[in-house]
C-alpha cells in the first residue's frame, strides 16, 4: 500500500535555498510555499471553510491545547474528528500544545516527564506528557500531529534554553515511539532560541530520528526579524532536504520573504484574522487602519486587484462603517481579506521560484512595502 504522505521539490532548492514542492495527505495536497490560517478552537474565527476554499486556503491549523481542555479530545473523536467538527475536507495540522503551555508561565511546572497546568477555563490541574500530547492529536485526527517540544521565552539563559532542547529532544524520541497512526505525520519541532550551536544540535538530532517532517520553533517569541534569520542560517541547511520544512508563528510579510528564501515551506499565523478583527488590513502597499476617519467615505475597495469577495463587494467606507457600528461582517470581512492577502502573495511566490525569479519577486513586494513607510 503506498504510503499517504508524500513530499515533493518541484522547483528551487531542495537543500537550503527558495523552493517549491507539493505534500500529499491523505485528504489532499498542499503546493509550497503555503500559508495556515490559525483555526485555535476548531475554527478560523468568523470565516466559513467555504470562504477559506474560495480564497485559497489549502490548508488550516488546529490547537491541541485548547480542544483538549474543550470540548476534549474524546470529544472531537465522537464528532468524526476534526474534519468533520471543522466541516472542511483538506489538510489539518494539530500543533502540540506546547506553546500555549509555554504562554501559561504563571500556572505551569515543568519536568522531564511532561507538563503540569492549570486549565484557563476551570482551574482543574491538566498533565500532558508526550504520550498524552500524541494520544490527544491521535484522537483529534489531523493529518499532520506536532511533537510536544519546550518553548523557551526569549530573552532567556542559556542554562535554560539548554535545558528545553534536551528535553525537546527526549519529547520528540518519547513522541516518535508513541505515534502508532499510519494516516498521521509526525513532525518534530527544532528549539535552541538563539545560540546557534544549540540550534544545530537540535536540528541534527532531529533529523536523525528521521521524522515525516520538521518545523522550526521558538522565533515568534520577541527574537526580531535579524534573528529569525540567523537562526533559520543555521537551522534549515541541516534539516532533511526531501521532507517538508514548517516555521511555527510566523506571519509578518518580511519574515515570510526571508523564510521562503531560506527554504521553508510552511507557515501558521494568527496575524491576518486576529489583525481582521480589529480593522487592520494587509495590502501590498502596506496595512490600512480602516477605522481611521479618512476612510469614512472612501468608496475604494480594501486593496485594488485584490479579487476577495471584501474587495470585489464593499467599499473602505462601508467597511469602516461595520466596524463603527459594531457590526460583525466588517471583522469578517477584513478577515477574508487578510487571508486572500497572504495565500496571494505566497501563490506569487510559487510562481516566482517555479519561474527562476524568486529574489526579483521578493525585492519588488519588499520595495512596496519600504514605500509605503
Not at 26 to 43: D, K, Y
Not at 45 to 64: K, S, Y
Not at 218 to 223: A, R
Not at 236 to 246: G, T
Amino acid at each position: 500500500m503506498p504510503h499517504p504522505f508524500t513530499w515533493q521539490t518541484l522547483a528551487g532548492d531542495a537543500s537550503a535555498g527558495p523552493r517549491a514542492g507539493r505534500l500529499t495527505t491523505p485528504h489532499g495536497s498542499v503546493e509550497t510555499p503555503a500559508f495556515i490560517p490559525v483555526g485555535t478552537r476548531g475554527a478560523v474565527r468568523g470565516v466559513l471553510p467555504e470562504a477559506l476554499r474560495a480564497v485559497g486556503v489549502q490548508i488550516v491549523l488546529a490547537n491541541t491545547y485548547h480542544l483538549m481542555l474543550r470540548p476534549g479530545a474524546d470529544v472531537v473523536r465522537a464528532l468524526g474528528g476534526l474534519h468533520a467538527l471543522m466541516a472542511w475536507d483538506g489538510p489539518i495540522l494539530t500543533d502540540s500544545g506546547g506553546y500555549q503551555v509555554f504562554s501559561l508561565a504563571e500556572r505551569r511546572q515543568v519536568t522531564d516527564e511532561g507538563l503540569v497546568f492549570r486549565s484557563h477555563i476551570d482551574g482543574a490541574e491538566v498533565v500532558l506528557t508526550p504520550e498524552s500530547a500524541v494520544a490527544a492529536q491521535n484522537a483529534l485526527g489531523a493529518d499532520v500531529v506536532m511533537a510536544l517540544d519546550i518553548c523557551p521565552p526569549y530573552p532567556c539563559p542559556r542554562s535554560k534554553v539548554e535545558e528545553a532542547v534536551r528535553r525537546t529532544l527526549a519529547w520528540a524520541d518519547r513522541c516518535r515511539a508513541a505515534h502508532a497512526r499510519r494516516d498521521q505525520a509526525l513532525w518534530g519541532i527544532v528549539q535552541g532560541g538563539v545560540e546557534e550551536d544549540l540550534r544545530r544540535r537540535c536540528a541534527e538530532s532531529l533529523a536523525a530520528m528521521d521524522l515525516a517532517g520538521y518545523a522550526v520553533g521558538g522565533v515568534s517569541v520577541g527574537e526580531g526579524h535579524e534573528n529569525l534569520c540567523r537562526v533559520l542560517d543555521w537551522t534549515v541547511p541541516l534539516l532533511p532536504a526531501d521532507r517538508p520544512r514548517y516555521l511555527m508563528g510566523v506571519g509578518e510579510p518580511r519574515d515570510v520573504l526571508a523564510a521562503v528564501a531560506r527554504g521553508v515551506d510552511l507557515f501558521d499565523c494568527v496575524l491576518p484574522t486576529r489583525n481582521g478583527r480589529s480593522a487592520s488590513a494587509f495590502t501590498a502597499g502596506g496595512t490600512l487602519r480602516l477605522r481611521n476617519e479618512r476612510f469614512k467615505a472612501d468608496a475604494g475597495p480594501i486593496e485594488p486587484g485584490c479579487d476577495c469577495p471584501a474587495c470585489r463587494g464593499f467599499s473602505r467606507g462601508a467597511i469602516r462603517h461595520f466596524f463603527q457600528a459594531g457590526e460583525m461582517l466588517g471583522p469578517i470581512l477584513v478577515s477574508i481579506h487578510n487571508l486572500r492577502f497572504f495565500t496571494r502573495l505566497l501563490g506569487r511566490l510559487r510562481q516566482a521560484v517555479r519561474e527562476g525569479r524568486f529574489r526579483d519577486e521578493a525585492q519588488a513586494v519588499l520595495d512596496r512595502y519600504a514605500a509605503s513607510d
